[in-house]
């Protein structure tokens, strides 16, 4: 039996590791429980994009979240290069959605009148620009990129060193990390929640499961309810190549370390053990059209992964009523609300409820006796 740590996170990926990192800066003792690196981490296979854009048709109250997340990150960035020394390469100077012919161009241009439209959504000024006007941002694009929308708030990061980092400032907080304990059950008596795994029974006076899609498994010991529907993407990376891509896209970006990355696959199946070549060269193929100058380069690896996705799109934020102290935190977007995560959600856990007005719109309960229908725009 352990000592009694104050808040207890199941889970040490991306949103696990922000959620704790900002309890550990607010002084609290926390405890971060892993299956470590042989679960299917999306941390590990994500494509780095801090993104407003496209994020919450459907749920106006998504879009404001995305922006408050999106106006964080400098300072997420630079409290994690002060405190560990690394620098996560933070670049936020806008991100395009590029189009490849009129037909796209025309289904964007009516994809974005209705995120304006949407009443209560925020002003993130979203707009549709020709190709002409793309090429003074993107010299390089091809003939076939008919345009495309822009938005400011738009940028990417280094993942991996982000997710370092996190880990790193663990460290430094005292925060103690457990790799290799997976929960198997959750229970709460006398007051405190008892954590069992294969080495032991943990306590803690709070629990927030930040377990990705093993949190379907999990809520329920704890009276919650997290309805996941992930799904699979697959990425390519090519050898470095002189800087040419100063924005992220949607589906391309150069890295600090001059690779580019490419992917927007999204497929049912959800085995990342192999590769489909067909979809990697419809990827390769579009991307190709987007800048001719990457037919040139070799592709040096690729892989897939498993996307954590509630089964809107949507994040999942709750606490439950019949155990007092549990939260649940679900989410696809884990990079670009990773600084709301750090500040606002590790606040809430710590003061010991979330703010009304986060769960009355990110709560779990909106699925009841509702169909699941993905309109994140993940």
């Known amino acids: ?33 892993d299956e470590g690196d042989i679960t299917k981490r999306a941390s590990r296979a994500n494509f780095a994009l801090i993104w407003v854009q496209s994020k919450g048709l459907g749920m106006p109250a998504y879009t404001l979240w995305t922006v408050r997340a999106s106006e964080a990150w400098g300072r997420l960035a630079s409290e994690l290069k002060q405190q560990t020394g690394l620098d996560v390469s933070l670049q936020q100077n ?3 959605h590029l189009a490849l012919g009129e037909a796209e161009f025309g289904r964007r241009s009516d994809f974005v009148k209705r995120m304006h439209n949407q009443a209560g959504a925020a002003d993130y000024r979203m707009e549709m ?54 929960i198997s059950a959750i229970s709460k008596s006398g007051g405190e929640f008892r954590l069992t795994t294969p080495q032991g029974e943990f306590r803690a006076a709070k629990v927030v499961l930040a377990a990705g899609n093993a949190n379907q498994t999990l809520a329920p010991m704890v009276g919650l309810h997290a309805p996941m529907g992930p ?25 600090d370390e001059g690779t580019v990355m490419i992917g927007d696959s999204m497929e049912d199946e959800l085995d990342d053990r192999a590769l489909k070549l067909p979809i990697s060269a419809v990827m390769a193929e579009r991307a190709q059209r987007m800048f001719p100058h990457l037919a040139r380069l070799n592709v040096v690896r690729s892989w897939a ?31 670009t609300l990773a600084s709301n995560h750090a500040f606002e959600i590790a606040r809430m856990v710590a003061a010991g409820a979330l703010e009304p007005e986060l769960v009355g719109v990110f709560s779990a309960s909106r699925f009841s006796g509702a169909g699941a229908v993905n309109n994140s725009g993940y």
Request: a neutral charge; aromatic letters at 10%.
């Open 1 to 33: 039996m352990s000592g009694e740590y104050e808040v207890a996170v199941v889970g040490g990926g991306l949103l696990g590791s922000a959620i704790a990192w900002g309890l550990g800066r607010l002084g609290k003792r926390v405890a971060v429980f």
């Open 231 to 255: 799904t699979r993407g697959q990425i390519v990376v090519t050898e470095r190549t002189m800087p040419f891509l100063p924005h992220p896209l949607t589906t391309l970006r150069q890295t």
């Open 129 to 182: 620009l020709s190709a002409s006007e793309v090429q003074k941002s993107l010299p390089l694009i091809g003939p076939d990129v008919a345009g495309g929308s822009y938005c400011p708030l738009d940028g990417h990061v280094n993942s991996l060193r982000t997710f370092r980092a996190f880990h790193t400032g663990f460290k430094a907080f005292g925060i103690d990390y457990f790799p290799g304990h997976p």
């Open 305 to 335: 992964g498993i996307r954590v996705m509630p089964q809107d799109g949507f994040p999942i934020y709750d606490q439950s009523e019949t155990h007092p102290g549990a939260f649940v935190a679900c989410c696809h977007s884990g990079v």
């Open 94 to 96: 806008g991100g395009f």
